[in-house]
């Protein structure tokens, strides 16, 4: 199943006129994302493309929560017309026509191919996130720093550098980063508003607020008749089942994890910010005024010495192999 969602990750047929294919944006040579600060496309245009790296570990998908499962976030780009537009009947004739692709198909799943062409594009989609479930970001600085600690090593643990070991103090200490960077990934698999503007071209872009209306309202969340396990076997479910969307979701995005973030920038669901200094500044510099009422119990200016903004991208750095 994985190596046949590796090839549908970088196959052009399952684009609308063979164009693109996931690995155009989630390039495997950059930690699968692009390097541009928003992707190539009108709608997703306004978006940054996130890496894939651990993916499978996250709660919610996209910059604004829409999808609940991989999958579902890998269905999602197949037919949307600003990404790969393709659509269900074509997919399904292109695998039924062809038999190499049939054949393949058919041994990943170990059935004969569902008959109704939506089940079929479904199952095109969960291989792709058991791919993307396979996709692991390599050990680090910070990781073997963390290690040497728990094994009491402290000659190794002297090799993390001094500038990075003050990083972090400020980052779970004074400045508060671990509040919502927490955990393996640093995320909490929430979401909040940091003010990074959300107006647009044309618009504002709604975040969250937006995310949500499209997940409750999709036929492909995790409470539709394409959970495999049974929404009531399924205890990720029950996260959906009790989602309400409120007016403080509006320019709210996902937190994102730091896990190789030397290897993506831009950074920021717009791509706004070219470097982590620029994201150090940011929240050093942070426009209390704008936030929202919840953020701004944990999010204040910063005011750092420009050394403490220094070791905080210092240790930031050692996120990344
Ligand atoms: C045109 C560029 C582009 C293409 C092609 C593309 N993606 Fe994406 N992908 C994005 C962007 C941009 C986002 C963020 C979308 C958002 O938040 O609204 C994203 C988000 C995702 C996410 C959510 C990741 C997360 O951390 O929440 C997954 C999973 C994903 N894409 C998988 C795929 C798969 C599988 C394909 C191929 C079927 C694909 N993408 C094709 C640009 C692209
Ligand atoms: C209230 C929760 C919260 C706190 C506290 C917080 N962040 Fe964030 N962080 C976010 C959110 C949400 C985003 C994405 C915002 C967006 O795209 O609009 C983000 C984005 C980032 C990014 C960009 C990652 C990427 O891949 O684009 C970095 C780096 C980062 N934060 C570092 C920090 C540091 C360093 C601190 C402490 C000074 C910190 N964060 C404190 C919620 C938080």
Redesign the pocket.
């Known amino acids: 199943m994985v190596a046949y969602g590796r090839r549908l990750f970088s196959d052009p047929a399952l684009s609308s006129g063979d164009r693109i294919s996931c690995a155009t944006c989630h390039d495997p040579r950059r930690a699968f994302q692009d390097g541009r600060p928003v992707a190539e496309g009108r709608g997703v245009g306004v978006r940054?493309t996130p890496t894939l790296l651990d993916v499978a570990d996250r709660r919610w998908f996209g910059?604004d929560g829409g999808h609940d499962s991989l999958w579902a976030a890998s269905l999602a780009p197949l037919l949307d017309p600003n990404e790969m537009a393709s659509r269900v009947d074509e997919m399904a004739a292109r695998v039924r026509g062809q038999p190499a692709r049939r054949r393949a198909h058919e041994a990943a799943f170990g059935v004969t191919l569902p008959e109704d062409d939506l089940s079929l594009v479904v199952q095109l989609a969960k291989a792709l996130a058991a791919y993307q479930a396979s996709l692991r970001s390599p050990r680090t600085a910070f990781d073997r720093f963390r290690d040497a600690l728990v094994r009491g090593d402290r000659a190794s643990a002297a090799r993390y550098p001094l500038a990075a070991q003050r990083g972090l103090r400020l980052?779970i200490g004074e400045?508060?980063?671990s509040?919502?960077?927490a955990g393996p990934a640093f995320t909490n698999d929430e979401?909040?508003d940091?003010g990074?503007p959300f107006f647009v071209a044309g618009g504002a872009d709604a975040g969250r607020h937006g995310g949500l209306s499209r997940l409750l309202a999709s036929p492909m969340n995790r409470l539709g008749a394409f959970n495999d396990a049974g929404e009531s076997a399924d205890p990720r479910a029950l996260l959906t089942r009790h989602l309400k969307i409120e007016p403080r979701h509006f320019g709210e995005?996902?937190?994102?994890g730091?896990r190789q973030?030397a290897r993506?920038a831009p950074?920021?669901?717009?791509g706004s910010m070219a470097t982590?200094e620029e994201?150090?500044r940011h929240?050093d510099r942070l426009d209390e005024e704008r936030l929202h009422a919840d953020?701004e119990r944990?999010?204040r200016r910063?005011n750092l010495q420009a050394e403490q903004a220094a070791d905080?991208a210092a240790f930031?750095r050692t996120l990344s192999k």
Do not use: Q
């Open positions: 940054n910059w980052f400045a508060r980063c509040v919502c960077h979401f909040a940091i990074v995005f996902r937190v994102p730091l973030l993506t950074y920021m669901h717009d982590l994201v150090v929240y953020g944990i999010l910063l905080l930031l």
